[in-house]
């Protein structure tokens, strides 16, 4: 179980999102040491990159965190949105992909894609957010399921207060409140255990495992 988010507004775009993953081995990859131009988030037991900011300005969240393939294709070759939505339809034909949902994010835009049942809907915003859960179809801001979690329902509370109050908020405040959301019940479960903020403006992560203090890397522009 997981759950992430996706917003843009005025030239900004932020993602942010907890990982469930038992018995997850967390490490950061770095590709050029201290001044690295691009981040990841490798789960070693389950050979998966679920979240990655790369030096063209590409992040992307993936749930479920499985098999790492595509998820590092996209990291390695992709500049974009628009780039990383064509890849993962062609892995999608290839039959590379199941009951994957993924969260894509630019300087331009954001993208919801989700692989469900043999088929995959992407969709892009110049502005506004999705929240995707990965025990329900992806959700966009428009529609409003009765069947939401709990968890859901308080994503989209603070997601949409967040956005709200984006275009009077600093990267700092931005960032502190993303955290701040992740980190509240049910929000943030006892088996979450990978949490991250991409700034794509700032070039920033900030991201914490299991609990621990949060760790801020700013990335070489």
Known sequence: MSIMAALAQGGRTVLLGNFDAVDAAWNQRRAHGDAAADWAMENGVENAMPTALNDAGLAQLWMPAEGGVCQREVFSTCQDVHSGIAYIESASTRGALEQSKVLLADSQCIARIAYESKQMESKTRIQGYFVCED??????????????????????????????W???????????RCRELLCQEPVRREDTSLSVVMDLQERRVDWGVSGAQWQTVWLKS
């Open 135 to 164: 025990r329900d179809q992806c959700s966009a801001v428009e529609e409003h399921e009765e069947s939401l979690s709990l968890r859901s329902e308080r994503m989209y509370e603070g997601v949409e207060d967040l956005y709200a």
């Open 166 to 176: 984006f275009p009077i908020l600093d990267n700092e405040d931005l960032v502190e």
